[in-house]
């Protein structure tokens, strides 16, 4: 793409496995088939979303009147919105760890099936960035990008709908392991989550869990912790029924100067920056 955003769509899809440097979004709008992720067949139809990584071969075959969104992704416009998007519940399961175990030979069981109603939703803010691509006025890139978070933001809040309410239990054991890790320091908040118990739950040898987890999820397990205690701060902070010292000790920090810091390093802010006292 000339920008950092792209946005076009293949109506009968015709394109056989190829790969590029982008990270590119599928939608697909209507229509079946198979997509092809390195030596991974899976079944596609209306509705149903997901992440492609840089450098991966990938294609559709056996296709029957398929139409597909693609939004290419820059991958300069993911990294300077990454301190953004991780925050997002479900961005890193969507974007990060589901394209990571796809791209590796191993079946994810779950992917993203958007309904009627968020399938509408999503294409009309698809089709706003495909009416941009023609445009010459200044602005027309940056509405692009606004456009694409706005339509991230949407798929990762449809996909924590979906991923929850599905079934880990026939999973493949390396998935199993980081899901469940991950869900520990939800379930949690990250409270006295410790990197042994993580990998308790996740059924492995801590040191082979850890480098599962880096892989897949792109941090090491007690950043991913620090990252949820972090998000549930903010939501402590900025509600202010609690001072930041009530807030250190319910999180299980030691004290608010040991609180602070570390939330200083998550989020390069002060708790007293947010914080609202009522």
Request: overall charge negative; proline content about 4%.
């Given at each position: 793409?000339?920008?950092?955003?792209?946005?076009?769509?293949?109506?009968?899809?015709?394109?056989?496995?190829?790969?590029?440097?982008?990270?590119?979004?599928?939608?697909?709008?209507?229509g079946h088939g198979r997509h092809f992720m390195?030596?991974?067949?899976?079944?596609?139809?209306?509705?149903?979303?997901?992440?492609?990584?840089?450098?991966?071969?990938?294609g559709y075959i056996d296709k029957g009147s398929l139409d597909?969104?693609?939004?290419?992704?820059?991958?300069?416009?993911v990294a300077s919105n990454f301190e953004r998007f991780r925050w997002l519940d479900g961005y890193l399961r969507l974007f990060t760890v589901e394209p990571y175990f796809r791209s590796h030979g191993i079946p994810f069981r779950h992917g993203l099936k958007l309904n009627d109603t968020e399938l509408a939703e999503t294409l009309a803010l698809y089709k706003r960035m495909l009416a941009e691509n023609s445009k010459r006025e200044t602005g027309a890139e940056w509405s692009k990008e606004c456009l694409a978070s706005l339509l991230i933001i949407g798929l990762c809040r449809c996909y924590v709908k979906s991923f929850d309410a599905g079934d880990d239990s026939l999973a493949h054991p390396h998935v199993k392991a980081v899901l469940e890790a991950m869900k520990l320091a939800r379930a949690k908040h990250g409270v006295c989550v410790t990197l042994d118990g993580m990998a308790h739950v996740a059924g492995l040898e801590r040191s082979?869990?850890?480098?599962?987890?880096?892989?897949?999820?792109?941090?090491?397990?007690?950043?991913?912790?620090?990252?949820?205690?972090?998000?549930?701060?903010?939501?402590?902070?900025?509600?202010?029924?609690?001072?930041?010292?009530?807030?250190?000790?319910?999180?299980?920090?030691?004290?608010?100067?040991?609180?602070?810091?570390s939330f200083r390093a998550a989020t390069g802010r002060n708790p007293s920056e947010i914080h609202k006292r009522k």
């Open positions: 793409p000339g920008g950092r955003i792209a946005a076009f769509t293949h109506e009968s899809y015709q394109i056989g496995l190829h790969t590029h440097e982008f990270i590119e979004l599928n939608i697909v709008a209507k390195e030596g991974v067949a899976v079944e596609v139809s209306a509705g149903d979303a997901f992440v492609i990584p840089p450098m991966v071969e990938h597909v969104c693609h939004i290419l992704l820059h991958p300069e416009y082979h869990f850890c480098r599962i987890f880096r892989k897949a999820v792109g941090q090491t397990p007690m950043a991913f912790v620090r990252n949820e205690l972090a998000k549930e701060a903010q939501t402590l902070l900025s509600d202010g029924k609690l001072n930041i010292g009530e807030i250190a000790m319910r999180l299980g920090y030691c004290d608010a100067a040991h609180f602070t810091r």
